[in-house]
């Protein structure tokens, strides 16, 4: 007894130490299933560190010799990035590193095209850290909440299944102009970009840079992919996100590049080309190309409002929607959100702005009312009270809205610049100044007139299908855009809206 007394705290200290690493070993094994080893690093790029940090540096020098100057003091939104092996993409992508340079980032969204598995939506590689050479980024929170709030778009990847390249081979590039961030990896397989820009907006906030991994024509002669290439530079700087989706081999991002252009338009952000090569300028021949480009999208300059007026944020947005919804809800006599808006917040200058404001009903992504005013003859919050009330009860072409739907609206709240006229010779000239998704149009014959927000464009597409809506709606034959006596007004808008009903 004695004897086995003593053995006794032995066994229990013994017993505790096994469990002690059981459970350090747990924790290993699940640490080490989180983290997203390099795939490419040794074929695409470098696997060692001081020669991939080489290598970089290098293409930046020579791209410092290149460049053409950057706009100053403007906060960078978005970049379109190549993803090749360095050889033959290493000289383009680093172009973006000085566009990149003291910008405050510390969340990047970072989609790049399915090339292996095929699948609807997007993957989400299942990991917390991303490894490179250069070290460990970890993965935002948010990747796993789009996941969780969105299970029809966005699906958890194995990382035994992730061979993907695209993500992995702009990282280091970000790394090095970078020391603080997180990202949300997206590998996007068929998906609705306007789905997938509902998402990730959604996701976004004031120090958020979006990025895009694509390569452009793939396997063309150099003349050819030259000529190709460049109309597929001239849509992504004109945000023609449809004319884009509807061409062949003009980019293998064609999904993340709608995205983005479609995220710009939102944003009334201004695309600008930092470099743009294919790989037989780079590393390759030239009887069989890929297309590269650097393209870094910036917030416009306030010019493009009226004089005094600043773009407004994504918050001070999201404020807006707050102050409508709150409006219909004292109007139907029923409870308002949840967060209430604190009267410092619409006390700012921002918001006393005189600006042209619409707000757009939507039930089930159907119309269900759209009033404004074009004129910047209100204060934005005015406006934004105003036209609520008038969308929800005095649009003509729907009865009053209940107490019931009002559960299940959707609110978007556009703000206008202000109207300027197009010259324009001749229908076909008018339709050569038309910028599907970026103007929005006003039209005017005599007593008639009308307009459609930029918007519209995502529904009409093709210039003639639009131009002859409009006339139709302001009660002119369809045909009417043909004859050059029609007055013709454009404007911009920054737009802002609710995530859909299921999930206020």
Request: negative net charge.
């Amino acid at each position: 007894m004695d004897t086995m007394k003593s053995f006794f705290p032995f066994y229990m200290f013994k017993l505790f130490f096994l469990l002690c690493v059981f459970l350090l070993s747990c924790t290993y094994c699940t640490a080490a299933e989180s983290l997203r080893e390099p795939v490419y690093a040794g074929s695409f790029y470098p696997d060692d560190r001081e020669a991939l940090t080489a290598l970089i540096e290098k293409y930046t020098r020579l791209a410092g010799d290149a460049r053409n100057s950057l706009p100053a003091d403007q906060k960078l939104f978005a970049l379109i990035l190549p993803h090749a092996g360095y050889p033959y993409s290493g000289p383009v992508a680093a172009h973006a590193i000085k566009a990149l340079e003291n910008q405050p980032i510390k969340k990047i969204i970072l989609m790049g095209p399915d090339h292996r598995i095929g699948f609807f939506g997007c993957a989400v590689p299942d990991a917390s850290f991303f490894r490179t050479p250069l070290g460990d980024i970890p993965v935002h929170p948010d990747a796993e909440r789009l996941i969780r709030q969105h299970p029809a778009l966005f699906k958890a990847l194995p990382l035994s299944a992730d061979r993907e390249h695209c993500l992995e081979v702009v990282l280091p590039f970000l790394q090095h102009s970078l020391h603080d961030f997180q990202i949300i990896p997206l590998i996007v397989g068929k998906i609705d970009p306007r789905a997938l820009v509902q998402a990730v907006d959604a996701v976004r906030d004031s120090e958020t840079l979006v990025v895009a991994s694509s390569d452009l024509s793939h396997y063309l002669p150099y003349d050819a992919a030259k000529q190709k290439d460049e109309k597929t530079l001239h849509q992504i700087l004109n945000l023609d996100a449809e004319q884009l989706a509807a061409r062949q081999n003009a980019a293998c991002g064609t999904i993340p590049i709608q995205a983005l252009i479609l995220l710009a338009r939102r944003g009334n952000w201004q695309p600008e080309v930092l470099q743009y090569a294919n790989s037989g300028d780079t590393a390759g021949p030239k009887d069989r190309v890929v297309g590269y480009a650097a393209i870094a999208f910036y917030e416009p300059n306030p010019p493009n409002f009226q004089k005094g007026s600043q773009p407004m944020d994504k918050q001070q947005g999201d404020v807006l929607l707050k102050v409508a919804r709150k409006t219909l809800a004292e109007k139907l006599r029923v409870p308002g959100p949840d967060a209430d808006v604190p009267e410092d917040e619409l006390s700012k200058d921002i918001f006393n702005e005189q600006r042209g404001t619409f707000v757009t009903l939507k039930i089930n992504d159907q119309l269900r009312g759209c009033i404004g005013n074009l004129l910047p003859d209100k204060s934005i919050l005015d406006g934004v009270r105003d036209n609520a009330v008038n969308a929800a009860f005095h649009d003509p072409r729907f009865p009053p809205l209940s107490k019931d739907e009002l559960e299940r609206v959707d609110i978007e709240i556009s703000l206008l610049t202000r109207p300027e006229p197009l010259e324009y010779k001749d229908s076909a000239d008018l339709l050569t100044k038309l910028r599907p998704g970026v103007d929005g149009l006003i039209i005017r014959k005599g007593p008639y007139s009308a307009t459609f927000l930029p918007q519209v464009w995502d529904q009409l597409p093709d210039k003639k299908a639009f131009l002859s809506h409009l006339c139709a709606k302001a009660g002119l034959s369809p045909d009417a855009w043909q004859q050059s006596d029609l007055e013709v007004m454009t404007y911009q808008v920054q737009y802002f809206e609710e995530p859909p009903a299921s999930e206020h």
